[in-house]
């Protein structure tokens, strides 16, 4: 098959790249290729057995037609300081002049015109003293909220307008090689779960794999020489408090964004997609890894809060395969819980002892994961990690008393496997012509948002 564009991955920054293309007027051939199925054929059977079966081949939550984000908890950040480094290669005008103008075509799909988290009332100066006096550093970014069953229904919008535009798109197959000839990449070798292949010839390669292609990603750098360097990866958990605890919080910001550097190793340790009134979900891989996220609709709603603290991890001499690092920790965590997520209470690390489940069970924070198994992450989490953990912890609490509770849950393995970072020009050109490499697989992004902003300055270019 011969097309002038082929898309590999079909998350935001795939989608986008064609959804410019269209609607600059662009006649070229298009073909987004995508390993999982049509938004509207991705359903979590957890819905109905309370419990994750490991879907195979894919896991529906991550993989699929608008990505892992989407199913998540649809949150677009409005602001170019959040959603990663991609302002540094770009500029920071031209970042949030495109997030302000992707922000448009959400609306136009049927994005909720409410913002949340634009005040600037004496609360949030309030909750800025509080944590400029705990060392932490509140990012002001403005977050419109999708949700995640509405993200679905704007995504198969999105989806249905790029087929009924011309745009192909091939599920249940993944690119599996590059071809490469002379220094130019000519397109894509595919395969599916059942083994069938197929070739893809194309004068522009795209590749968005996303997260979970990140890995993937890498071993086409190295084996190809595709510049690129190792970067950042994100080891943490996700905490779940009371809604009472972070109320305040909810009503002013709906997403608090804070960073800190917590003695005694000043690592960067961040908050990262808190879900009022959400919960707290299962992610797995191909390899039958079990993360934790979080996710909050529309409308269903629990008692509690849940957001992931993570801590910023780089590698670079003698050892550089930070993916590899952060997926060992999680393997040994999984392990420790039987194939399931971990939970335990925060004053139970504190008091070096482990989480039963009847204490679960008589606890004012009912775990929204119910098939989270109670037990001591510190066995598995490496020592300066947790380190790292538990003092931004402690700095929370300042800034919302009773989030350093006894009873705060804390589940295991959060890890963000975006790590390594593609050298490329602000065209999104790799040093292999004809390639190019987009969103949080490229390293440049994180998140919904600002892969969508990628996708779109790629569409741009490609027109």
Not at 44 to 60: A, E, I, L, S, W
Not at 106 to 133: C, P
Request: a negative charge.
């Amino acid at each position: 098959m011969k097309k002038d564009v082929v898309i590999i991955g079909a998350g935001p920054a795939g989608i986008f790249t064609a959804l410019e293309m269209i609607k600059k007027g662009s006649k070229k051939s298009i073909l987004i290729v995508e390993k999982g199925q049509p938004v509207e054929k991705r359903h979590c059977p957890k819905d109905k057995t309370k419990q994750c079966v490991n879907c195979k081949p894919y896991c529906h939550i991550t993989t699929g037609f608008s990505g892992a984000g989407a199913f998540s908890d649809g949150k677009l950040s409005l602001c170019y300081e959040v959603g990663g480094d991609l302002p540094t290669l770009i500029g920071e005008d031209l970042a949030q002049e495109t997030i302000d103008y992707t922000d448009g075509i959400y609306l136009e799909f049927g994005a909720d015109t409410h913002i949340e988290g634009i005040s600037n009332s004496q609360e949030v100066k309030e909750i800025r003293m509080r944590a400029i006096q705990a060392g932490l550093k509140l990012v002001d970014c403005p977050i419109r909220h999708m949700g995640t069953e509405k993200a679905q229904s704007i995504y198969y919008a999105i989806e249905q307008y790029l087929l009924n535009n011309g745009v192909d798109i091939i599920f249940g197959y993944e690119c599996h090689d590059i071809i490469l000839e002379d220094g130019t990449c000519k397109g894509v070798h595919l395969k599916n779960s059942k083994g069938d292949t197929m070739t893809i010839e194309a004068d522009s390669t795209v590749i968005a794999t996303g997260r979970r292609g990140a890995e993937w990603l890498e071993k086409i750098c190295a084996e190809y020489d595709i510049a690129h360097q190792p970067g950042t990866v994100d080891i943490g958990v996700r905490v779940e408090v009371r809604n009472e605890i972070i109320e305040k919080v909810n009503e002013v910001l709906y997403e608090s964004k804070l960073i800190g550097y917590p003695g005694p190793f000043k690592n960067k340790v961040r908050t990262f997609c808190q879900n009022p009134g959400g919960f707290v979900s299962q992610e797995n891989y191909d390899n039958d890894l079990a993360v934790v996220n979080g996710h909050s609709y529309k409308d269903l709603k629990s008692n509690n809060t849940n957001l992931a603290i993570l801590v910023s991890h780089n590698f670079s001499y003698p050892f550089n395969q930070p993916i590899e690092y952060a997926r060992k920790v999680g393997e040994l965590t999984n392990m420790l819980g039987a194939g399931h997520i971990m939970v335990q209470h925060f004053g139970d690390i504190l008091d070096g002892k482990r989480t039963w489940e009847k204490e679960l069970s008589q606890s004012n924070v009912k775990p929204t994961l119910p098939d989270a198994v109670a037990g001591d992450i510190t066995a598995a989490m490496p020592y300066r990690a947790m380190m790292n953990i538990i003092n931004f912890i402690k700095a929370m609490d300042h800034v919302v008393p009773g989030f350093a509770s006894t009873e705060t849950l804390l589940y295991s393995p959060e890890l963000k496997f975006y790590s390594n970072r593609v050298k490329m020009d602000k065209d999104f050109n790799t040093n292999v012509k004809g390639l190019h490499c987009l969103g949080d697989s490229s390293g440049w992004t994180r998140g919904l948002m600002m892969a969508s902003v990628m996708g779109v300055l790629m569409g741009r270019k490609l027109v």
